[in-house]
T-cell receptor
């Protein structure tokens, strides 16, 4: 089984709808992240959480909210979806470990289309 | 604000040729630099991580160099194979453990 899973894998929704993307991990990591990827652009950080009680905005948090339900679960919500939120969304986890050697483990991504 | 650039955006080579992928960053105050591989329908996989104090890392046919002072990293893939076809992303890590990604280089290796 994959260490980081995302549901759904694909989603089509209409403008104005509220949707939730879910992420679960079995790696036991405290740190979790949500990114979006647009064609021709790198991944951009939406929100990140360093533990269950710690939630931080990333580079592009407007229009999004998150919930860290447990160490293993981190959900991303679009309160009122708009077409320019059409993108590929990735969840990731990491373990600080030794300073300078932290790497992130990514889920398979959720492809979202907002009509 | 850190900016990460990857050139070229796309690259096509015949099987057996060596691949050279470039990454540049504007702020040299990084904790490490990573190279990732992205396959369609799958998440990113970390290939190599170079700590800020290191000059290079090697794994099999992959070698990555880091020159912090000039803000550059290069990923070399020796004797390319069709299975190397993918998008390669570089990312720098800041002091909080957050990644800043480049847009990626899409590689096609033709048989």
């Amino acid at each position: 089984d994959a260490d980081v899973t995302q549901t759904p894998r694909n989603r089509i929704t209409k403008t104005g709808k509220r949707i939730m993307l879910e992420c679960s991990q079995t790696k036991g990591h405290d740190r979790m992240y949500w990114y979006r990827q647009d064609p021709g652009l790198g991944l951009r950080l939406i929100y990140y959480s360093f533990d269950v009680k710690d939630i931080n905005k990333g580079e592009i948090s407007d229009g999004y909210s998150v919930s860290r339900q447990a160490q293993a679960k981190f959900s991303l919500s679009l309160e009122s979806a708009i077409p320019n939120q059409t993108a590929l969304y990735f969840c990731a986890t990491s373990d600080p470990g030794l300073a300078g050697v932290e790497t992130q483990y990514f889920g398979p991504g959720t492809r979202l289309l907002v009509l | 604000k850190q900016e990460v650039t990857q050139i070229p955006a796309a690259l096509s080579v015949p099987e057996g040729e060596n691949l050279v992928l470039n990454c540049s960053f504007t702020d040299s105050a990084i904790y490490n630099l990573q190279w990732f591989r992205q396959d369609p329908g799958k998440g990113l996989t970390s290939l190599l991580l170079i700590q800020s104090s290191q000059r290079e890392q090697t794994s099999g046919r992959l070698n990555a160099s880091l020159d912090k002072s000039s803000g550059r990293s290069t990923l070399y893939i020796a004797a390319s194979q069709p299975g190397d076809s993918a998008t390669y992303l570089c990312a720098v890590t800041d002091s909080w453990g957050k990644l800043q990604f480049g847009a990626g280089t899409q590689v096609v290796v033709t048989p």
